[in-house]
């Protein structure tokens, strides 16, 4: 047991070997099995970039079909989990109105629960790709006070979530094959990061041979916060605020300078990234085109432009090589496709599922690996004597 090393926030401890995505962060580059993310955000579709992550390769036709029509199969809810959310108040957030549905799913699907099962595991895996959407959907719908929808299998998978979502029983949803595609894009380019706070918690829950729903659910949790994928939403509420409340930006980038308390430039910094982040390349694309093609002219995407602006020629961000994530424009392009604030992190969690169950399922496949357990630098008393408590 020997020495302990300190690595508060594992900035530089290797959890596990992975030959699922790769990062440069001084580079600025992001590869899912090889594959650079700017390829596959343009000419892949979210399905197919699911599959790649879990079974290793681009599918045939063959396979993507056989994949997405078995998804299809599965996408409705157990009525008796229905009922769940009529049991959360209105007002909660969808996080961890998803959380725990995720984690009720080890309830209903008791066949699926072995995580050395190869059938179970592919199961488990279907299962949660069909229905996380969905769970997704009625969180929503439940926030509004809206009727939840069946899934439509005739659409894709995007296309019956957006329906899900924004339709009513008894109309036709026209889905706009704009959104579609951006929706489908953003879920791309958020489906895989590596050994992030919450894939590593998938991997740790995991590591203990909790079943994959578990894994997840304690997954989604870890993404709720604001460091992590919250990040999202609260880009959007501080733009938000500086739009509200007339903030002077280089006054509001000052303040972040300062550390004012609470005042942090959301949507920038990343871990790993100390370049531009790929993504955020991408995403902010991807905002000027659909706010463009939606007809929405959105003040708030002027004010991050400005915001990413000035901060990339201060001196402060250059030096910490602070840069945009790909979560500093996300929120713009959700709230013009008439997402509310605090469905944007349920949308990450959408995105980020698949590279969860490759992460699992890598963990659980190698033979190599051991139960999570990281140790400590003990700061306590050192031995006393228990004191009655007539004595304190
Ligand atoms: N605004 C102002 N200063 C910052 C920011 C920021 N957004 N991010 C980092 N810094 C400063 C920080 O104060 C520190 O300065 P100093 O060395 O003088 O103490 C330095 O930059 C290094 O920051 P850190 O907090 O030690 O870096 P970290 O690797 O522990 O944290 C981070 C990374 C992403 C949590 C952080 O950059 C942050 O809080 N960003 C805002 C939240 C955010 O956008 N999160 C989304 C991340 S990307 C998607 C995802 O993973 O979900």
């Not at 069946?150 to 924004?166: A, C, H, I, K, W």
């Not at 733009?239 to 006054?251: H, T």
């Not at 790909?326 to 013009?336: H, M, N, P, R, S």
């Not at 496709?337 to 599922?353: E, H, K, N, S, W």
Request: glycine share 6%.
């Amino acid at each position: 047991l020997g020495v302990i090393t300190l690595d508060s926030g594992f900035t530089n401890t290797g959890s596990t070997t992975s030959a699922i995505t790769y990062i440069d962060g001084d580079a600025g580059i992001l590869r899912y099995r090889g594959y650079p993310i700017e390829q596959l955000a343009e000419k892949s579709t979210f399905a197919e970039v699911s599959y790649l992550l879990i079974n290793g390769e681009l599918p045939t036709a063959d396979q993507l079909n056989t994949f997405t029509s078995r998804i299809k199969r599965h996408t409705m809810l157990h009525e008796d989990l229905k009922r769940f959310f009529d049991g959360f108040p209105r007002d909660a957030h969808p996080m961890p109105v998803l959380s725990s549905a995720v984690s009720a799913l080890s309830t209903f699907y008791q066949d699926s629960l072995d995580p050395f099962n190869q059938e179970q595991v592919e199961l488990s895996t279907v299962r949660l790709l069909a229905k996380l959407p969905t769970v997704a959907a009625y969180a929503y719908k439940k926030s509004v006070g809206q009727p939840y929808l069946y899934p439509d299998n005739s659409l894709g998978l995007v296309e019956n979530f957006l329906r899900m979502s924004f339709g009513f029983p008894a109309e036709p949803y026209e889905v706009n094959p704009v959104l579609a595609k951006a929706l489908d894009q953003l879920l791309i380019l958020h489906a895989d990061h590596e050994q992030n706070c919450s894939t590593s918690t998938v991997r740790l829950v995991g590591s203990s041979h909790a079943n994959l729903f578990a894994s997840v659910s304690a997954g989604i949790n870890s993404l709720f916060g604001p460091l992590h994928g919250g990040a999202n939403q609260a880009v959007l509420e501080m733009l938000e605020k500086i739009d509200r409340e007339g903030l002077d930006i280089k006054e509001f980038v000052t303040r972040v300078k300062n550390r004012e308390p609470g005042v942090r430039l959301m949507g920038f910094g990343h871990r790993v990234y100390k370049n531009y982040d790929p993504r955020a390349a991408l995403v902010k694309k991807t905002a000027d085109q659909v706010l463009t093609e939606l007809g929405v002219n959105d003040r708030l995407l002027d004010l991050a432009k400005q915001l990413e602006e000035i901060a990339l020629s201060d001196d402060y961000f250059i030096e910490r090589k602070l840069y945009p994530n790909v979560d500093f424009y996300t929120g713009l392009i959700y709230k013009a496709m008439g997402f509310p604030t605090r469905m944007f992190t349920v949308l990450f969690a959408l995105g980020r599922l698949p590279g969860w169950i490759a992460q699992w399922r890598e963990m659980i496949q190698d033979p190599s690996t051991k139960i999570g357990r990281p140790r400590q630098v003990y700061t306590g008393y050192t031995e006393r004597d228990y004191v009655d408590l007539s004595a304190r």
